[in-house]
């Protein structure tokens, strides 16, 4: 067996584990689970792409740093699509997760979500047609690394990105005021609201670090494979399934988990072939259900 | 006279929605579970009908050409038993676990109708499923309209026996685990098995009307099961009020009309280079569609109450701050 699947796996798993951590904070902070999250990866890098080309428009082209397949201009435009991604969860919440949720009925705000992530996915394939497309046709040589892996620049610094946005978000977590309140809120909320944790910023911090986090895994996806409208509702099931096995709530569990089905994922694809790989995740979310539902590190419910 | 023909066209085809509209209000709207696959319980059914009743194929496996409603009754046992395993491994957890399990169940009856080429026939589907009727079909009008009183046929017993089922002893088991699971439980009931019963006999009318379906049209591929039916579906119920099902015949037609409408207003409308993107701007037209009625109207056209469902131990929180009564 060749040891590639390890980095295919390693980058799978990033995307899955970055785009699960916004899954499982909406789930343990706002309880419910977000059908729209792979929607917002979507719009996050089609705004990257729009701002990238808007940059190339306007200063001509950029030359690409060193070994790296992109410039400037992709960085630039990653945090502007970041903030849009905020903005646009924002947004979502305020017309209305918001106001179903303060009608005390869970469920339906899971229904909604479905319909916004319809809505979303098709306004993408109406503005942006469903063809592919790519940040950069250039091709990047792979260098050799030994156990006969081989690995792009461009891989090599996304992990690392990858690496540093989780760290930073765990520090957040656990550090902050601010993560603070949202673990007392996610543990529960009653009394998060009697000692006086302002809810509403609490969520909306939220939607801005799901929002953002969803965004880079967009890129991501749309560097090292390809941009298409469905992108992100393919991406769903992988990252409700890595949220479920770390243990909702948990944000390291949330990064390990989209790890572990990055990685089988990209053995399945070695052992059996790549057109069963969406089915990974859900032998592996059955199993979670099955053994352990509370996940790798959840908490039981109080 | 062609008129004619098309509305019993039409009138099939939405009332094949209805059915599987049927099938989700006995899970959704009586019972209270949320199934966003239900895509994949349709395909299971038109797949194992296909299987059973289409005549031998060297190509794959199967082909067993036994009568139609053989593979009708095939459908809703295997649709049943499908739609129950889903049930035992989630209905003990939170409910939001249904519903993405239920999603995973879409994906892989998905993948596994086109990788699955020796069982599926892949990407190409099935062809040659056995109509009733078959022999009419030089006369369109005919064939039609016998087409239009085997599918109303069906849906009127499926009608008839759901609104006997909610009603009966059954049902009203259902209803009060429903509205309070612990005064339920407390008089005995076991609220899983229970949910299960139910959430099987609902993918088991569901995969009934995705073998309608593939004997309506004769031919099955896995396009036509895709995550955009079951958003239709669920589109339907809303519109239609879950927990009535007069209210979920009422709205398959109805959603169906806008749907079936709004597509040929897009050809008319649009150059034929254009049209992949206007049925982009439909789906996203009617997206905002159904967010707008869980917004100003959750109980759709002829919903029966105010509803509070099933949220696992989350339901205690949810119910202090709502109002007490119901």
């Known amino acids: 067996m060749n040891l590639q699947f390890v980095v295919d796996g390693l980058l799978t798993g990033s995307m899955i584990g970055l785009g699960a951590i916004g899954v499982t904070l909406t789930y343990s902070i706002l309880r419910f689970s977000n059908f729209a999250h792979g929607d917002f990866m979507a719009w996050g890098t089609y705004a990257t792409l729009a701002v990238v080309s808007a940059i190339g428009a306007m200063v001509g082209k950029v030359a690409p740093i060193a070994p790296l397949s992109f410039g400037w201009p992709l960085i630039v435009a990653l945090v502007v699509g970041m903030a849009f991604t905020a903005l646009l969860a924002l947004l979502l919440d305020k017309v209305l997760f918001a106001r179903l949720r303060s009608q005390g009925q869970a469920i339906i705000v899971v229904m909604a979500s479905f319909g916004a992530s319809m809505a979303l996915r098709s306004l993408l394939e109406f503005t942006f047609s469903s063809r592919p497309t790519y940040f950069s046709r250039a091709i990047q040589i792979a260098m050799p690394i030994g156990f006969g892996i081989r690995i792009t620049p461009d891989q090599i610094a996304l992990l690392m990105l990858t690496a540093v946005l989780v760290l930073g978000v765990h520090l957040l977590m656990t550090r902050t005021q601010t993560g603070r309140s949202m673990q007392a809120l996610s543990q529960n909320a009653a009394l998060a609201r009697i000692v006086g944790i302002d809810v509403a910023s609490v969520v909306r911090v939220t939607w801005v670090i799901g929002g953002a986090l969803a965004c880079v895994a967009g890129v991501m996806i749309g560097i090292l494979v390809q941009i298409r409208p469905f992108m992100g509702f393919d991406m769903l099931l992988p990252m409700f399934a890595a949220a479920i096995l770390g243990g909702i709530g948990s944000i390291p569990g949330a990064v390990l988990g989209g790890l572990i089905i990055g990685l089988a994922e990209a053995g399945a694809v070695q052992l059996i072939g790549a057109e069963w790989r969406a089915a990974v995740s859900f032998i592996i979310l059955i199993a979670v259900l099955f053994v352990r539902p509370i996940g790798l590190f959840g908490v039981r419910e109080r | ?326």
């Not at chain 2, 599987?20 to 209000?25: A, E, P, Q, R």
């Not at chain 2, 299987?51 to 139609?68: K, S, Y």
């Not at chain 2, 519903?99 to 026939?121: D, E, M, R, S, W």
């Open chain 2, 1 to 326: 006279m062609d008129l004619l023909g098309y509305g019993a066209f039409f009138l099939t085809t939405a009332l094949i929605f209805s059915l599987v509209t049927l099938g989700l209000n006995l899970q959704w709207g009586l019972t209270g579970l949320f199934n966003v696959g239900l895509a994949g319980f349709v395909a299971i059914g038109a797949y194992t009908s296909a299987m059973l009743t289409t005549p031998d194929d060297a190509a794959r496996l199967g082909g067993f050409g036994l009568p139609i409603l053989v593979g009708w009754l095939g459908a809703m046992v295997v649709g049943g038993i499908a739609a129950a395993l889903t049930g035992m491994a989630t209905l003990r957890l939170r409910s939001d676990y249904l519903a993405i399990t239920t999603f995973g169940v879409a994906v892989v009856v998905q993948l596994v109708a086109l990788n699955a080429q020796k069982l599926t026939g892949g990407p190409f589907g099935i062809g040659f499923i056995p109509r009733p009727f078959g022999s009419l079909a030089e006369t369109p009008l005919l064939f039609n309209l016998s087409n239009l009183a085997v599918v109303s046929v069906v849906t009127l017993i499926a009608y008839l026996a759901l609104e006997h089922l909610s009603r009966s002893p059954w049902g009203r088991v259902l209803k009060a685990l429903r509205e309070d699971e612990r005064a339920a439980i407390s008089l005995g009931k076991s609220a899983r098995f229970y949910r299960v019963q139910a959430f099987a006999t609902g993918g088991a009318i569901m995969a009934l009307a995705g073998a309608l379906q593939a004997h309506f049209t004769g031919f099955i591929a896995p396009d036509n099961y895709l995550p955009i039916l079951t958003f239709q579906i669920w589109v339907m119920l809303i519109v239609g009020g879950s927990g009535s099902n007069l209210g979920a015949v009422i709205g398959s037609i109805l959603v169906w009309a806008i749907w079936a409408g709004s597509g040929t207003l897009t050809s008319i409308l649009f150059p034929p280079e254009q049209q992949a993107r206007a049925a982009a701007l439909q789906i996203a037209a009617i997206g905002v569609m159904l967010c707008v009625i869980l917004l100003i109207r959750p109980n759709g056209l002829f919903g029966d109450r105010p509803r509070r469902p099933w949220f696992g131990r989350r339901t205690k929180i949810a119910q202090a701050k709502s109002s007490s009564g119901s």
